[in-house]
């Protein structure tokens, strides 16, 4: 999928919307880390609306030109970092579908598992999708709507299959994926890590929930 905006100074942008790294490093390290690490801060404390390119060239200790080498402004910055995340859940959903293997239950309590891991562990970047992707103009907010249905079609993927194969039983198929990837997505909202409930048995927690709204057993083991 395109939709990768060109960054200041006619520099091609690479994966996630990023320009080519061979530019100006800040103090902090790494210029493109320090820009993504004071973005994620600053979109998190004031949102997107709230946020301003000084702001997290200051953050990441760093003047705008430099900031502007890498990023043309906030909306790109905005989409980079969202698709980054993305990427990150991406592979890890090719990961442990390929060894889920062809079994639609084993691929879909991947799915919930990988799901439900990253709304933890990216959960500034799903809270930013969640409520701030609207005030994107649509060349950077399409992108990200598409591979969001991506993702929909990997759990509608399973699920087809697991009807067809007689392993889900429900009668309301779509309902029942529709219940399951809200129920992963609303994770970001409210799980507390610092909490008794481990994220590992929260995962698991929610393969049974999703098997039982699709009509099926027990949970295949990891």
Not at 83 to 107: I, M, N, T, V, W
Not at 108 to 118: I, K, M, S
Not at 192 to 211: I, K
Request: net charge neutral; charged share 30%; aromatic share 8%.
């Amino acid at each position: 999928m395109s939709g990768k905006a060109a960054g200041k100074n006619g520099k091609a942008a690479g994966k996630n919307g990023k320009a080519a790294d061979n530019g100006p490093s800040s103090p902090r390290g790494n210029g493109r880390d320090a820009i993504m690490d004071a973005a994620r801060d600053v979109f998190a404390e004031r949102g997107y609306f709230g946020a301003s390119i000084r702001d997290i060239a200051k953050r990441a200790d760093m003047s705008l030109s430099a900031l502007y080498y890498y990023y043309s402004g906030k909306a790109e910055l905005f989409h980079a970092l969202i698709e980054d995340s993305l990427d990150d859940y991406f592979r890890h959903c090719e990961k442990e579908l390929a060894q889920a293997g062809d079994d639609p239950a084993a691929r879909l309590a991947a799915l919930v598992r990988v799901t439900v891991d990253y709304r933890v562990r990216r959960r500034v970047e799903s809270l930013l999708t969640l409520q701030e992707l609207r005030y994107l103009e649509p060349e950077y907010r399409n992108p990200i709507i598409e591979r969001r249905h991506a993702v929909s079609g990997l759990f509608q993927k399973a699920i087809d299959d697991g009807m067809a194969a007689g392993v889900f039983r429900t009668p309301h198929p779509d309902d029942a994926r529709r219940a399951v990837m809200a129920m992963c997505n609303a994770v970001a909202q409210w799980y507390d890590p610092s909490g008794d409930l481990g994220t590992t048995e929260l995962c698991e927690r929610y393969v049974r929930l999703a098997f039982a709204m699709l009509g099926h057993g027990e949970a295949p083991a990891r």
